[in-house]
């Protein structure tokens, strides 16, 4: 019987290197009731305890409740949205100044108090653009706040230092409960990665001396890739 012939690999098979991984930063988790003594905000009756105020989304450190870091929505049981927004939910910073609901920012819609670190809504449920809907049982009133950004215009193009924000929220109103939403709406699809792997072309260029302000001429382009060792030799 004829024997097979023995099969021998056409070429020297090259060890596979495995790709440089380089793992993504995860995003800093903002503690949102990391709030300084002096800008803290009293949420909810004087004496309330630490369970009562962490059920209305307020943060209590023992003696005092108050209101955090983030987007803070309240539903009265009279008719009335409280919504209690930080500069912090964004980075950089939220200018307050731009948030505005869909009924604009005129009496009863503007802020009813603010500080430097928030901004204080109070209005009610029937004013300021708000949508009513029934849902399950439920009365769902429905607004949406969202904050303005500036561009400027200069020699090199135009730049924002501000960000921009857009949320809704809701007040769910049934004949035995009141509950309270609030949804994040991302417009804008985040940023890549600030370090990935992609390619990379480094340029060398000798001069003699004579033509510092120029280097050589672009004729012969010496390129590589990168971490691959290669000799040089100059006269």
Request: contains cysteine; proline residues 11%.
């Amino acid at each position: 019987p004829q024997q097979p012939k023995p099969q021998f690999p056409l070429q020297k098979p090259v060890p596979q290197q495995p790709e440089p991984q380089f793992p993504l930063q995860k995003p800093v988790q903002l503690d949102k009731c990391a709030v300084a003594d002096s800008e803290q905000i009293q949420c909810g009756l004087p004496g309330i305890s630490g369970a009562a105020c962490e059920a209305i989304n307020c943060c209590f450190n023992g003696q005092q409740c108050f209101y955090g870091r983030a987007v803070t929505v309240q539903c009265i049981r009279d008719g009335q949205f409280v919504v209690v927004v930080s500069r912090d939910v964004t980075l950089p910073r939220l200018s307050l100044d731009s948030v505005q609901l869909l009924g604009g920012n005129d009496p009863p819609c503007a802020p009813v108090g603010s500080t430097p670190s928030f901004a204080i809504y109070q209005f009610p449920v029937t004013a300021c653009g708000t949508s009513v809907m029934e849902d399950g049982g439920y009365v769902v009133y429905e607004n949406r706040m969202t904050s303005s950004y500036e561009v400027g215009i200069g020699p090199y193009g135009s730049i924002t230092r501000d960000s921009h924000f857009e949320f809704l929220f809701q007040c769910r109103y049934s004949g035995t409960s009141v509950e309270a939403l609030v949804v994040e709406v991302n417009s804008v699809p985040p940023p890549p990665p600030v370090a990935a792997p992609g390619p990379l072309r480094v340029e060398l260029r000798l001069a003699n001396g004579q033509c510092v302000t120029k280097g050589c001429a672009e004729g012969k382009v010496l390129s590589c890739v990168c971490l691959k060792p290669f000799k040089l030799e100059s006269g």
